[in-house]
C-alpha cells in the first residue's frame, strides 16, 4: 500500500495525541504520589500572590486612595447636567383657555387695522366695523397659551456648576487626613509583605525541621532494633544476662512513641505550610532547600518589600511611621473640627434650556432660557455646643495618637533589640553545634563497636546513642533559628511590633488606619438658606 506525506503527518499527529493522553495523568499522578518540588524562594513567591491576608492590605489601600480622591474633589469645581420630563394630567391654568378643547374651529386671525383718510367715507366704514368684528371674536386669552403655565409636557435640560470658594480650612484637613491614610495603608501592605515572607520562612524551616527530627528519630529506632538483634544473639549463646535483653527490648519500645510523636509533628508543620501557600492539605510536597543553607534566601524579593535592609532604626520601622501619620490624620480632622467655626462661601450657577411643546416630542419645539449666578454665605449661629464638642473630640484623638506614637517608639526599640540578640544567640548556638554530631557518630561507632566486641556495656551504647540524638536535633534546631533570626533581621524595618508580654491591645493599634474618627466627614457647603441654627446670606444675580 502507498502512503503519501498528508498521511504519514495524520498518523503522527493521531500518535502524539494518544501518547499526550496516556503519558500526561501518568505524569501528573506520579507527581502527586511522590510531591512537588518546592524550594524556599517558590514558596514565597507562591505565598505572595495568593495570601488573603496581602490582598485585603491591598484592598485597604485601595479604599484609602479612593478616599483621598473623594477628599481633594472638593478642591474642583463641581459641574452636573440634568434632563426632565414633566406631563400635567390637571391644571389650575386650565380655565384660562376659554374652551379651545370643544371647538373643532381655530380662532381668525385679525390684521393690524390701519386708518386710511384717502379712501371714500363708505369703504372707511367697512373697514373699521371689519375690524371690530374680528377681534370681537378672538380669544382675549390666547396670549397666555405661550407661557409655561399650565402646559402639558414641560422639557428641562440643565447644568449645574458649584464651586467651594472658603471653607474655613475643612477642605484642606479632610485631604490632609486622607494623604496620611493613604500612606499609612501603604506602610500596613508593606508590613503584612513583609509578615508574610517571615511567617513563610518560619513555617518552611519548620517543616524542613520536622523531617530531620522524624528522619533522626527513625534512625534511632532503627539502631534500637539493630542494638536489641544483636542482645538476643548474644542471648541466646548466653554470653548476655536476661536484664539486659529486656533493657535493650524497652530501649526500642520507647523509641517507637517518640517516632509516632515526631510524624504527628511533621504533619502538623506540612499543614501550616500549605495553609500559607494554598496548597490541598493532602498534596504531599517536597522541601528543597536545607536548613544548612545559611545564605539568605532570595534576596531581590526581599528587597522589593525592605528598602534598607537589616535597618534597625527606631524612625525606619513601619509601625512608627504608621504612627507618624496617625498623627497627621488626626490633626488634619482637628482643622476640619475647628473649620466648622468659620463662614462657608460657595459660587453657583444654574443654567437650563426649557420647551413647552404641544406634543410629547420635544423636536421642533422653541426652547427658552433661564441662567442664574449666586453666591451663598452660610455660617454657623447656634449649635448647641456641637462644634465645641466635635472639636474636644478630634483634640482628645490627637493626644492619643500622639501617645501611641511614643508607646510605638519605645516597643520598636525593644524589638529592634530582642530581634538582634536573638540573632547574636543563633550564630552562637550554631558555630557552637559545628563538629558536635561528626563528634557524637564516631563515638556512637566506637560504642558499638565496643558493645558489640563485648567490651562495653548496654548503658555506654544508650549513653551514646542518646548524645547522638540530641547533637543532630540541637544542630538542625541552631540552623532553623539561625534562618529565621536572619530573615527577621533583614525584613525589621517593614515588621509590625513584637508587643511584650502585658501590653494592652490598644497601645498596638499604630498600624490601623488613621482618621477612624467620630469626627463628621466634611461636606462641601452649599448656596441654599440655611434650616435650623444657621443663617444664610446670599446675593444673585438672573438672566432670561
Known amino acids: 500500500m502507498r502512503t503519501t506525506p498528508a498521511h504519514n503527518r495524520f498518523c503522527v499527529f493521531v500518535f502524539s495525541c494518544v501518547f499526550l493522553v496516556v503519558t ?34 491591598r484592598a485597604e489601600l485601595a479604599r484609602a486612595e479612593g478616599d483621598r480622591r473623594r477628599a481633594r474633589s472638593a478642591y474642583f469645581p463641581q459641574l452636573s447636567g440634568s434632563a426632565s420630563y414633566q406631563r400635567a394630567i390637571r391644571s389650575q391654568f386650565s380655565a384660562l383657555e376659554s374652551g379651545s378643547d370643544t371647538s373643532s374651529t381655530p380662532a381668525p386671525t385679525c390684521d393690524r387695522f390701519v386708518p386710511r383718510p384717502g379712501l371714500p367715507i363708505d369703504q372707511r366704514l367697512d373697514s373699521l366695523e371689519s375690524a371690530v ?136 508543620a506540612y499543614y501550616r505550610l500549605k495553609q500559607l501557600l494554598d496548597f ?39 509601625p512608627v511611621r504608621q504612627a507618624v ?7 488634619g480632622l482637628v482643622r476640619v473640627a ?12 444654574e443654567y437650563a434650556q426649557l420647551a413647552f411643546p404641544d406634543k410629547v416630542s420635544p423636536f421642533g419645539s422653541d426652547f427658552v432660557s433661564d441662567w442664574s449666578v449666586s453666591l451663598g454665605l452660610r455660617f454657623p449661629i447656634f449649635t448647641g455646643g456641637r462644634i465645641g464638642g466635635d472639636v474636644a473630640v478630634a483634640r482628645a484623638n490627637q493626644t492619643q495618637a500622639e501617645l501611641r506614637l511614643q508607646q510605638a517608639r519605645e516597643f520598636a526599640e525593644v524589638d529592634a533589640r530582642n530581634s538582634a540578640t536573638q540573632l547574636e544567640a543563633a ?15 564516631r563515638a556512637y561507632q566506637i560504642a558499638e563497636l565496643r ?19 540530641q547533637a543532630q536535633a540541637g544542630r538542625a534546631r541552631a540552623a532553623r533559628d539561625l534562618q529565621v533570626a536572619r530573615m527577621r533581621i533583614a525584613l525589621l524595618p517593614a515588621l509590625p511590633l513584637a508587643l511584650p508580654s502585658g501590653a494592652s491591645t490598644a497601645s498596638a493599634q499604630t498600624t490601623s488606619q488613621a482618621g477612624a474618627s467620630t469626627t463628621p466627614t466634611y461636606q462641601p457647603p452649599t448656596p441654599s438658606p440655611a434650616t435650623g441654627a444657621e443663617g444664610s446670606v446670599q446675593t444673585g444675580a438672573t438672566g432670561p
Open 451 to 469: 558493645y558489640r566486641e563485648g567490651i562495653s556495656t548496654q548503658t555506654e551504647l544508650l549513653d551514646s546513642r542518646v548524645q547522638l540524638q
Open 133 to 268: 368684528e374680528c377681534a370681537s371674536a378672538e380669544d382675549p386669552f390666547a396670549s397666555f397659551r405661550n407661557l409655561p403655565f399650565g402646559r402639558e409636557n414641560t422639557y428641562r435640560f440643565g447644568l449645574s456648576f458649584s464651586q467651594t470658594l472658603f471653607s474655613g480650612g475643612q477642605v484642606g484637613g479632610q485631604a490632609q487626613t486622607a494623604g496620611a491614610v493613604v500612606r499609612s495603608a501603604a506602610l500596613g501592605l508593606t508590613s503584612a509583605r513583609a509578615q508574610l515572607l517571615l511567617d513563610v520562612t518560619g513555617a518552611y524551616f519548620d517543616a524542613t525541621l520536622a523531617d530531620r527530627l522524624l528522619m533522626i528519630a527513625e534512625a534511632t529506632l532503627e539502631q534500637a532494633d539493630t542494638t536489641l538483634s544483636q542482645t538476643q544473639l548474644a542471648r541466646q549463646v548466653g554470653n548476655l544476662s536476661e536484664f539486659d535483653l529486656l533493657r535493650a527490648r524497652v530501649t526500642r519500645d520507647n523509641q517507637r512513641p517518640v517516632v509516632i510523636q515526631r510524624r504527628a509533628d511533621r504533619d502538623l
Open 325 to 331: 501619620e496617625a498623627v497627621t490624620a488626626q490633626r
Open 24 to 57: 500526561v495523568p501518568d505524569l501528573a499522578a506520579q507527581e502527586r504520589q511522590q510531591g512537588r518540588a518546592l524550594t524556599l524562594s517558590e514558596a514565597l513567591q507562591l505565598a505572595e500572590k495568593k495570601s488573603e491576608i496581602v490582598g485585603i492590605a
Open 280 to 318: 490541598p492539605l493532602d498534596r504531599p510536597l517536597l522541601l528543597t532547600t536545607e536548613l544548612g543553607d545559611t545564605v539568605l534566601i532570595d534576596s531581590t524579593r526581599i528587597a522589593s518589600v525592605v528598602e534598607t535592609l537589616g535597618d534597625t532604626a527606631t524612625a525606619a520601622r513601619a
Open 427 to 441: 550564630q552562637a548556638g550554631w558555630q557552637a553545634s559545628a563538629g558536635t554530631v561528626e563528634q557524637a557518630a
Open 338 to 349: 475647628r473649620g466648622q467655626r468659620f463662614p462657608q462661601v460657595a459660587l453657583t450657577s
